[in-house]
């Protein structure tokens, strides 16, 4: 998806990307109606997301490069993790 481009049904795009690290973080505060995370693809270690207390062994892998799309109130409802340090994030809130 182009940045200039917001799907259909769509107002407005909120981005951004952020380091994960070995404890879970909480991701940002955006409202939207759908979000997009992806796992950079330069990305060598895993990357997981899930609720609060999200593990690496709890939390829905990230395949590096490939979108995943979640239908939540808000980004901040979101947390990552990864087993080791050096992996990035994108996201994307659509509302």
């Known amino acids: 998806m182009a ?3 917001i799907p259909h ?3 407005n795009i909120a981005t951004g990307q952020l380091a994960v690290t070995t404890e879970a973080q909480q ?3 955006a409202s939207g109606s759908k979000i997009i995370l992806t796992a950079l693809k330069a990305n060598t270690i895993p990357v ?3 609720g ?3 593990t690496d062994e709890t939390g829905l892998e990230l395949e590096p490069g490939v979108p995943t799309e979640l ?4 980004l901040n ?3 990552v993790i990864a087993s080791a340090t050096g992996a ?3 996201w994307a809130a659509l509302y």
Do not use: K, R
Not at 71 to 74: I, P, R, S, T
């Open 48 to 50: 997981y997301v899930g």
């Open 88 to 90: 990035s994030l994108s």
């Open 27 to 29: 991701l940002p505060d």
């Open 71 to 74: 239908d939540v109130a808000n």
């Open 9 to 11: 049904g769509f107002s």
């Open 3 to 5: 940045p200039e481009q």
């Open 77 to 79: 409802m979101l947390f």
């Open 52 to 54: 609060a207390g999200v």
